[in-house]
């Protein structure tokens, strides 16, 4: 830890290790608010994201006093990212996926028709308020279907194009986005079981069975050998997926990029499937649910905790206009596309909550917001783990990039 004043501001500066511990401390943190203040609890608010805002709240008030401001080593973010995805990835058997593949087809169609619409809404009310459409390109699938990833790669090539402080603008919203979807999808997935009243339960034609998810091996109790072989399993994978990205990087194909959890994710789906099939190993469902649910919360908070919320203010009335056009937008096809496609069934409702990471924040925000409403109703869903990260992870890039690009040329 260090104390430094950089542009007369006093700053402190915590390191790796500060840095998670700090990390840690308030998802810690996340979890004890939420078991104790109902509201929380009731509209299922994942800790990760409590915890998160409550620190990037007050480094935003600290700083806007200029009190005190705070740098951050965030180094074990991608890591924990990634690990988190691969053991996503595990879950990926195509011989379960191939049963709930019809719900698969449809969400990621649903998936593919978002990226789209945002940008036309996007670029239409910037046209109807007379500022630069490429602006509205980045109020639209750049900032909220891609994150703050697309944000910082696609900012740069608009103001290339012509459009003037497009780089601020997608940052902007795509921490808008991350802060809508993060506090959306709980309540989104709670209101939908209240008012409808499905039986909470996973669907018969669900991706997993409780033949498939409650073995005799998943049973026993996880010991520190076990869990240890696990994480230098998934570490291996990990490995595995940083090669295949660097190598997809060297082959410097145009308007291509791999984002770094897509190589191990992919990766370990193709083991899971060789594993099904010629059963090298005796699998531990348990113990990968376990990895990758520390991944999920470390990965999470420190996204959260080191938002620039400041950078909000860098948005004039007709970007705020247009994101919160687009958040009625992504509520409207919560309600009236998802919850139906998927069923009206507790999965569908589940899926509805995760669908907050597809349309306005990111895939792990859609992964908390399922998992706290998971944990609240004490149900898993597994058919809506596999299908919301593959399709917002992986699959809808197939069309949200090649889309971007296009509105992108069109409107420059």
Same mark, same amino acid.
């Given at each position: 830890?260090?104390? +430094?004043?950089?542009?007369?501001?006093?700053?402190?500066?915590?390191?790796?290790?500060?840095?998670?511990?700090?990390?840690?401390?308030?998802?810690?943190?996340?979890?004890?608010?939420?078991?104790?203040?109902? @509201?929380?609890?009731?509209? *299922?608010? =994942?800790? =990760?994201?409590?915890?998160?805002?409550?620190?990037?709240?007050?480094?935003?008030?600290?700083?806007?006093?200029?009190?005190?401001?705070?740098?951050?080593?965030?180094?074990?973010?991608?890591?924990?990212?990634?690990?988190?995805?691969? *053991?996503?990835?595990?879950?990926?058997?195509?011989?379960?996926?191939?049963? %709930?593949?019809?719900?698969?087809?449809? @969400?990621?169609?649903? *998936?593919?028709?978002?990226?789209?619409?945002?940008?036309?809404?996007?670029? $239409?009310?910037?046209?109807?308020?007379?500022?630069? &459409?490429?602006? %509205?390109?980045?109020?639209?699938?750049?900032?909220?279907?891609?994150?703050?990833?697309?944000?910082?790669?696609?900012? =740069?090539?608009? +103001?290339?194009?012509?459009?003037?402080?497009? +780089?601020?603008?997608?940052?902007?919203?795509?921490?808008?986005?991350?802060?809508? %979807?993060?506090?959306?999808?709980? =309540?989104?997935?709670?209101?939908?079981?209240?008012?409808?009243?499905?039986?909470?339960?996973? $669907?018969?034609?669900?991706?997993?069975?409780? +033949?498939?998810?409650? /073995?005799?091996?998943?049973?026993?109790?996880?010991?520190?050998?076990?869990?240890?072989?696990?994480?230098?399993?998934?570490?291996?994978?990990?490995?595995?997926?940083?090669?295949?990205?660097?190598?997809?990087?060297?082959?410097?194909?145009?308007?291509?990029?791999?984002?770094?959890?897509?190589?191990?994710? @992919?990766?370990?789906?193709?083991?899971?499937?060789?594993?099904?099939?010629?059963?090298?190993?005796?699998?531990?469902?348990?113990?990968?649910?376990?990895?990758?649910?520390?991944?999920?919360?470390?990965?999470?908070?420190?996204?959260?905790?080191?938002?620039?919320?400041?950078?909000?203010?860098?948005?004039?009335?007709?970007?705020?206009?247009?994101?919160?056009?687009?958040?009625?937008?992504?509520?409207?096809?919560?309600?009236?596309?998802?919850? &139906?496609?998927?069923?009206?069934?507790?999965?569908?409702?589940?899926?509805?909550?995760?669908?907050?990471?597809?349309?306005?924040?990111?895939?792990?925000?859609?992964?908390?917001?399922?998992?706290?409403? /998971?944990?609240?109703?004490?149900?898993? $869903?597994?058919?809506?783990?596999?299908?919301?990260?593959? *399709?917002?992870?992986? @699959?809808?890039?197939?069309?949200?990039? &090649?889309?971007?690009?296009?509105?992108?040329?069109?409107?420059?």
């Amino acid at each position: 830890m260090k104390f +430094e004043t950089i542009d007369g501001l006093l700053t402190i500066q915590l390191g790796l290790v500060e840095t998670t511990m700090l990390a840690g401390a308030l998802l810690m943190l996340g979890y004890a608010l939420r078991h104790k203040i109902h @509201f929380l609890e009731k509209f *299922c608010i =994942p800790a =990760p994201v409590i915890g998160g805002l409550i620190f990037a709240l007050v480094a935003w008030g600290l700083r806007s006093f200029n009190i005190i401001a705070f740098s951050l080593d965030t180094t074990l973010q991608t890591p924990f990212m990634i690990a988190f995805f691969a *053991c996503v990835g595990f879950s990926g058997s195509f011989a379960l996926l191939k049963r %709930g593949g019809k719900a698969l087809i449809i @969400f990621l169609f649903i *998936c593919f028709g978002m990226a789209i619409v945002q940008n036309i809404v996007g670029v $239409s009310l910037a046209k109807l308020m007379n500022i630069n &459409p490429l602006l %509205g390109v980045m109020a639209g699938a750049v900032s909220l279907t891609g994150g703050h990833g697309n944000a910082a790669a696609f900012g =740069p090539s608009a +103001e290339s194009l012509g459009a003037v402080g497009a +780089e601020a603008v997608a940052v902007a919203a795509a921490t808008y986005g991350l802060i809508a %979807g993060s506090l959306s999808g709980g =309540p989104i997935g709670r209101y939908l079981i209240d008012r409808y009243k499905p039986p909470i339960k996973t $669907s018969d034609d669900a991706l997993f069975t409780e +033949e498939n998810t409650n /073995t005799k091996a998943e049973k026993q109790m996880i010991d520190a050998f076990t869990l240890m072989k696990y994480m230098t399993f998934v570490g291996v994978f990990m490995v595995i997926g940083n090669l295949a990205v660097n190598w997809v990087a060297s082959l410097n194909i145009k308007n291509f990029a791999l984002p770094a959890y897509v190589g191990a994710m @992919f990766a370990a789906i193709i083991f899971r499937n060789l594993n099904d099939t010629f059963k090298l190993m005796d699998f531990r469902e348990d113990a990968i649910d376990l990895i990758k649910e520390v991944g999920l919360g470390f990965f999470l908070t420190m996204a959260i905790m080191t938002l620039r919320i400041w950078d909000l203010a860098s948005l004039a009335g007709p970007l705020i206009i247009i994101l919160l056009v687009q958040t009625v937008v992504v509520l409207f096809v919560i309600r009236f596309i998802v919850w &139906p496609a998927m069923g009206k069934d507790y999965d569908a409702a589940v899926i509805a909550a995760g669908f907050s990471g597809v349309g306005l924040g990111v895939t792990a925000t859609g992964v908390a917001s399922m998992s706290s409403v /998971t944990e609240h109703f004490n149900q898993p $869903s597994p058919k809506a783990l596999i299908i919301v990260p593959l *399709c917002n992870a992986v @699959f809808i890039d197939i069309v949200a990039i &090649p889309a971007i690009l296009w509105f992108l040329q069109t409107f420059a």
